[in-house]
């Protein structure tokens, strides 16, 4: 009996040593880390501050974005870049920062494909494609037809060199055979502007920044820029649908440093996805352009590498300057 009682009492003091160790391995222990490398405001950081509450609730700790902006998103991409690989660092990136940047950038800080853990793709941003109303065209193809009759007197307005919006305007022009002018500027906004007042005629741009001149007439909407037409706007024709192979689909996607270990990746990929479910989350993302999705992290991770073959090569063929980053 003594003998029992002693090994039972052992076992017993093994097993309460061993709980706080178990404790603190439970990812996540402490507050978790989401780095926007954009300023507050815009779509990629709606869509953190989204997340951050359904993700808290589902694992009980705070998840706490943070805004390092600044050159075109590698300020903020690096921070995650260099942190430790244990989850508690996570970034609310976008194709442009990992698909585009080492292509458009000397001196890149990292690589955006292989310096990252692939964790989920979040969401694809609804783009327009929207002219100003002074513009006599109703359709893409009328569109082209003036471009063709009046080269080089219109205009398409950008967020600056390799912005998406540059990249999807020297793509049409490129493959549709016109002729036009880039008007490049520091920001979406400014370029909206502009193209509301009528000084740019064209701009490919997100729809939550071009829906609301649509409707209220300020702007013409002639299609989106993705390879298949969109659940938000089921009645608009993509550019595809007049100039073949044209696409631009623009993803927001968590990632993390490189090295992750894969059963951390699968659990925060499950509840991100969970996230982006719930009803509330879907209709506040549909209700500013947005369409959320639920894929693993290895199809996320595919994606990415094919975006960033895809448009390294995109932006060599149309000839766009490097800068330094």
């Given at each position: 009996?003594?003998?029992?009682?002693?090994?039972?009492?052992?076992?017993?003091?093994?097993?309460?040593?061993?709980?706080?160790?178990?404790?603190q391995?439970?990812?996540?222990?402490?507050?978790?880390?989401?780095?926007?490398?954009?300023?507050?405001?815009?779509?990629?950081?709606?869509?953190?501050?989204?997340?951050?509450?359904?993700?808290?609730?589902?694992?009980?700790?705070?998840?706490?974005?943070?805004?390092?902006?600044?050159?075109?998103?590698?300020?903020?991409?690096?921070?995650?870049?260099?942190?430790?690989?244990?989850?508690?660092?996570?970034?609310?990136?976008?194709?442009?920062?990992h698909?585009?940047?080492?292509?458009?950038?000397?001196?890149?800080?990292?690589?955006?494909a292989?310096?990252?853990?692939?964790?989920?793709?979040?969401?694809?941003?609804?783009?327009?494609?929207v002219?100003?109303?002074?513009?006599?065209?109703?359709?893409?193809?009328?569109?082209?037809?003036?471009?063709?009759?009046?080269?080089?007197?219109?205009?398409?307005?950008?967020?600056?060199?390799?912005?998406?919006?540059?990249?999807?305007?020297?793509?049409?022009?490129?493959?549709?055979?016109?002729?036009?002018?880039?008007?490049?500027?520091?920001?979406?906004?400014?370029?909206?502007?502009?193209?509301?007042?009528?000084?740019?005629?064209?701009?490919?741009?997100?729809?939550?920044?071009?829906?609301?001149?649509?409707?209220?007439?300020r702007?013409?909407?002639?299609?989106?820029?993705?390879?298949?037409?969109?659940?938000?706007?089921?009645?608009?024709?993509?550019?595809?649908?007049?100039?073949p192979?044209?696409?631009?689909?623009?993803?927001?996607?968590?990632?993390?440093?490189?090295?992750?270990?894969?059963?951390?990746?699968?659990?925060?990929?499950?509840?991100?996805?969970?996230?982006?479910?719930?009803?509330?989350?879907?209709?506040?993302?549909?209700?500013?352009?947005?369409?959320?999705?639920?894929?693993?992290?290895?199809?996320?991770?595919?994606?990415?590498?094919?975006?960033a073959?895809?448009?390294?090569?995109?932006?060599?063929?149309?000839?766009?300057?490097?800068?330094?980053?």
């Amino acid at each position: 009996m003594t003998q029992i009682t002693r090994r039972t009492a052992l076992a017993a003091g093994l097993g309460l040593a061993a709980a706080p160790a178990f404790a603190q391995d439970r990812y996540p222990n402490r507050p978790v880390s989401i780095v926007v490398p954009w300023a507050a405001g815009g779509t990629t950081d709606i869509l953190a501050r989204v997340l951050a509450e359904p993700l808290r609730r589902s694992l009980g700790q705070p998840f706490v974005v943070e805004n390092r902006s600044g050159a075109s998103g590698n300020i903020g991409s690096n921070v995650v870049a260099r942190s430790r690989p244990d989850g508690y660092s996570l970034l609310f990136g976008s194709m442009s920062t990992h698909a585009m940047n080492d292509a458009l950038f000397n001196n890149m800080p990292f690589n955006g494909a292989e310096d990252f853990t692939a964790i989920a793709l979040l969401a694809y941003v609804l783009n327009t494609m929207v002219i100003h109303p002074s513009v006599p065209a109703n359709t893409v193809p009328e569109f082209i037809a003036y471009c063709k009759a009046n080269p080089g007197k219109v205009a398409y307005a950008s967020a600056g060199l390799g912005s998406t919006n540059h990249l999807c305007a020297a793509m049409f022009e490129r493959m549709a055979g016109v002729e036009m002018v880039h008007v490049p500027y520091r920001g979406g906004a400014p370029a909206v502007q502009d193209t509301v007042g009528g000084q740019t005629q064209l701009f490919f741009s997100a729809g939550t920044q071009t829906l609301s001149h649509v409707r209220d007439g300020r702007l013409r909407l002639l299609a989106v820029t993705e390879g298949r037409r969109s659940s938000l706007l089921p009645d608009v024709p993509t550019v595809a649908e007049t100039v073949p192979g044209y696409e631009m689909a623009v993803w927001y996607g968590a990632l993390g440093p490189k090295g992750m270990p894969a059963t951390l990746v699968t659990q925060i990929n499950a509840e991100i996805n969970k996230a982006l479910m719930q009803p509330e989350v879907k209709d506040r993302m549909a209700a500013i352009g947005v369409e959320v999705v639920n894929e693993s992290a290895d199809a996320f991770g595919r994606t990415l590498r094919a975006d960033a073959e895809k448009w390294g090569r995109v932006i060599r063929e149309l000839g766009i300057g490097m800068t330094d980053a």
